[in-house]
């Protein structure tokens, strides 16, 4: 099987699905922010990004109508303004602060690996991090120095989860890709379960990082045989295995292990 079989049988598959079209797939193919122009989208789209770790959107975005709700707490999510008024560990103090101001639904743990005081953490070194720039396009020149460079690339997302807790590798590539880095896929549950179970990735592999490493190259293998981003690959197989989607209120169910037995009796993997 190539991976341009490979593409044209995942992308037939969706178009399969009942109210599926060629109109809903190119509009899942475009990043919902275009490189934003200014350092406080940028830092905006990192809480959003901070708060999809696992079920953590639900309980952090869920409970007080959107990560947009916190545009006060954070000073208009401005990074600087943030760093003036918390200190690197004042997790607790930003989380107080959003008790007192949105009252969030919902039982709120306060023990450090609970889902709050993580997501606060994360907020802060996110403020830190972004800081470190002037504005947005020195943020996009050392980016890019990173992305346009494929030895180089998967260090971007390395450093940028290095930088900030509670977004680890995968998270990184999705921030990067969320916001026009159309070079970057994210090694995704989904993706990594169908490229294992076609022998694209090392089955066996025990690494977490390598696993996604090799997932990410996956990726931009299928992209540049099919003359397509990595971010058009990454969302083939997003809507596949999680069927939702989201810019509609369509969603065709999961349908990652109905299309592994598919691919596999078509081309007698």
């Known amino acids: 099987m190539t991976n341009k079989e490979l593409y044209n049988f995942a992308y037939y598959f969706l178009l399969d699905k009942e109210g ?14 275009n490189k934003p122009e200014n350092i406080n989208a940028i830092f905006q789209r990192l809480c959003e990004t901070a708060q999809n770790k696992q079920m953590s959107t639900k309980v952090i975005g869920g409970s007080i109508g959107g ?8 000073f208009g999510f401005n990074p600087k303004h943030v760093t003036d008024n ?13 008790i007192s101001e949105l009252n969030p639904k919902g039982q ?19 403020a830190y991090f972004l800081n470190e720039f002037k504005n947005a396009e020195a943020f996009y020149n050392w980016a890019n120095f990173f992305a346009n460079d494929e030895k180089s690339k998967p260090a971007l997302p390395m450093l940028i989860s ?16 969320e916001i026009g880095f ?66 509609t209120n369509i969603n065709i169910g999961r349908n990652r292990n109905l299309f592994i037995k598919e691919i596999k009796n078509k081309f007698k993997i």
């Open 162 to 177: 290095i930088e900030i807790s509670g977004i680890g590798f995968p998270l990184a590539c999705d921030f990067l890709k």
């Open 86 to 98: 918390f200190k690197k560990n004042d997790s607790e103090k930003l989380l107080n602060n959003i």
């Open 20 to 33: 599926v079209t060629e109109n809903l797939l190119q509009k899942h193919f475009q990043p919902e922010y």
């Open 182 to 247: 159309l070079n970057y896929g994210k090694p995704d549950i989904h993706l990594k379960e169908i490229f294992k179970q076609l022998d694209l990735i090392d089955p066996n592999e025990k690494s977490i990082l390598k696993q996604d490493y090799q997932t990410l190259k996956v990726i931009d293998k299928i992209a540049i045989d099919n003359n397509v981003s990595a971010f058009v690959v990454d969302k083939i197989f997003w809507l596949i295995g999680s069927g939702n989607f989201y810019l």
């Open 67 to 74: 990560v947009e709700k916190l545009e006060n707490i954070l």
């Open 108 to 126: 709120i743990r306060r023990t450090p690996r609970s889902i709050w005081p993580q997501f606060c953490q994360s907020v802060i070194d996110s």
